[in-house]
Nanobody, 117 residues
């Protein structure tokens, strides 16, 4: 069971970027999915999360600029990031609670997002 994140890159301030994350392997269900990030100034922080029923939660710093969504049929999650700021620069990680014989909290590899002119 693994999570595959992609979509990072370099973007100018005010620009947009999307981060997809896909779950693969053998599992029964995916519960909560989330994006975290580690920035140069902060420890790892939760950016956005989404429950299986679609309920979302956002960090105050990104609310109104980022949007998280998921496709339960395709076992994927997507983070749309708009009006990006230099302080959004960091390594972004997808995370999910996947059920196999038990519940497992799984991390994807990080993807680097750099916001700079």
């Amino acid at each position: 069971v693994q999570l595959q994140a992609s979509g990072g890159g370099l973007v100018q301030p005010g620009g947009s970027l999307g981060l997809p994350c896909a779950a693969s392997g053998s599992f029964i269900a995916i519960h909560r999915m989330a994006w975290y990030r580690r920035t140069p100034l902060k420890r790892r922080e939760m950016v956005a999360s989404i429950e299986h029923d679609g309920m979302t939660n956002y960090a105050d710093s990104v609310r109104g600029r980022f949007a998280i969504s998921r496709d339960n049929a395709k076992n994927t999650m997507y983070l749309e990031m708009n009006n990006l700021k230099p302080e959004d620069t960091g390594v972004y990680y997808c995370n999910a609670d996947l059920r196999t014989a038990s519940w497992n909290n799984v991390w994807g590899q990080g993807t680097l997002v750099t916001v700079s002119s």
